[in-house]
């Protein structure tokens, strides 16, 4: 918003504000794979590893801190081998996937920090002969609309996309009525 002359309204997806003039609306990412993690250890699982999104970018660095929050509030098992780096495609999924496979005492659930990932992590899995969710469960963060016909479908995060757009609609057309004299809002959708 910094390169914007004045009096132009803004209003920004997903990211925070970066001056006092533009609007802010965003997805709880943080408590999305909270939830996630809370989710996929249930009562049985005491180990729940993560592919991680791609390194510094604000939706990965958020669902990272969620999850690193659940596991230490849940009291389950931890290790740093557990997070394993992917970068948001199927075939970061799947690769880190296959180093799951590879951990000893591997964990009985995977939360994979978007669809397109645990969809690539899926594939790894079946190719390996490991049941999902028998063997081991995971989960997504988007609900895309392929997660669904994945096999098994996919449980996953539901990120309001269209809320998302309405609302962003909604600020920017109210914002245009007011010619900017609004004060600004950051808001934060659940997801």
């Not at 049985?44 to 939706?59: E, Q, S």
């Not at 659940?70 to 970068?87: C, F, I, K, P, T």
């Amino acid at each position: 918003a910094s390169g914007i002359p004045d009096g132009v309204p803004v209003v920004l997806l997903n990211c925070p504000p970066v001056d006092g003039r533009a609007h802010s609306i965003e997805i709880d990412n943080y408590g999305g794979a909270y939830a996630m993690v809370r989710h996929l250890a249930g009562p049985a699982r005491r180990r729940v590893a993560v592919i991680t999104g791609t390194p510094n970018n604000r939706d990965a660095a958020e669902r990272l801190r969620g999850y690193r929050e659940a596991v230490r509030d849940l009291e389950v098992e931890q290790s740093a081998e557990w997070e394993l780096g992917g970068n948001f495609t199927k075939a970061s999924g799947y690769e880190a996937a296959r180093r799951f496979l590879a951990l000893p005492h591997r964990p009985e659930a995977l939360f994979a920090s978007n669809d397109s990932m645990a969809i690539g992590a899926l594939s790894a899995l079946r190719e390996a002969g490991v049941r999902v969710p028998e063997d081991v469960a995971v989960g997504g963060f988007d609900d895309i609309p392929m997660a669904r016909y994945t096999s098994p479908p996919l449980t996953s995060v539901r990120v309001p996309m269209g809320e998302l757009g309405a609302r962003a609609v909604r600020r920017l057309v109210l914002a245009v009525g007011t010619e900017g004299n609004q004060p600004t809002r950051r808001e934060t959708l659940p997801t």
